[in-house]
């Protein structure tokens, strides 16, 4: 199979792969670049785990080509805050318990900042539609809203 040569921008650095043309970003990030925060739930674009923003728009990463990421700007779970510096939202999710086993919790926090990125004060209503396709099997989802809203809170610089 032939390969494709591909430039594009991850988590804020400029990156060159190959990669075979049927190749998904989602295999890319993990099996080439490492990334493996992004994770494999389904490989359906049904639960969320591979959650990414690029460009500005959420995206399955499972469902997208990694040949599609020519000169795009893609952002994965690595790429939101850092160990000595979390992004509210990473913050949150942690303030407020919103995770258990934590294999979803990489998807929902992308999706959630992704959301927060768009719409700075979402409605309770807006963050369960928004965050409707991230599934979870262990918390139940109001921790999740909670924390979404805590950290919208805390980024408008407001008492969560």
């Known amino acids: 199979m032939a390969k494709s040569h591909v430039s594009t921008t991850v988590n804020g650095d400029p990156v060159e792969f190959l990669c075979d043309t049927a190749e998904t970003m989602l295999d890319v990030l993990r099996n080439t670049m490492g990334l493996t925060g992004t994770k494999e739930g389904c490989g359906t674009g049904d639960c969320g785990a591979c959650s990414i923003i690029v460009d500005g728009r959420l995206v399955c990463g499972c469902l997208m080509l ?27 999710f942690l303030e407020d318990a919103a995770l258990q086993c934590g294999f979803c919790t990489p998807g929902f926090i992308v999706a959630a900042k992704a959301l927060l990125d768009r719409n700075p004060d979402p409605s309770e209503t807006e963050i369960r539609y928004w965050l409707a396709g991230n599934l979870c099997r262990c918390t139940g989802y109001d921790k999740i809203v909670r924390a979404v809203q805590h950290a919208a809170a805390e980024m408008k610089g407001q008492p969560a």
């Open 66 to 92: 990694a040949v599609e990421a020519t000169g795009k700007q893609v952002t994965t779970i690595e790429g939101i805050g850092a160990p000595d510096r979390l992004h509210p939202v990473q913050q949150a």
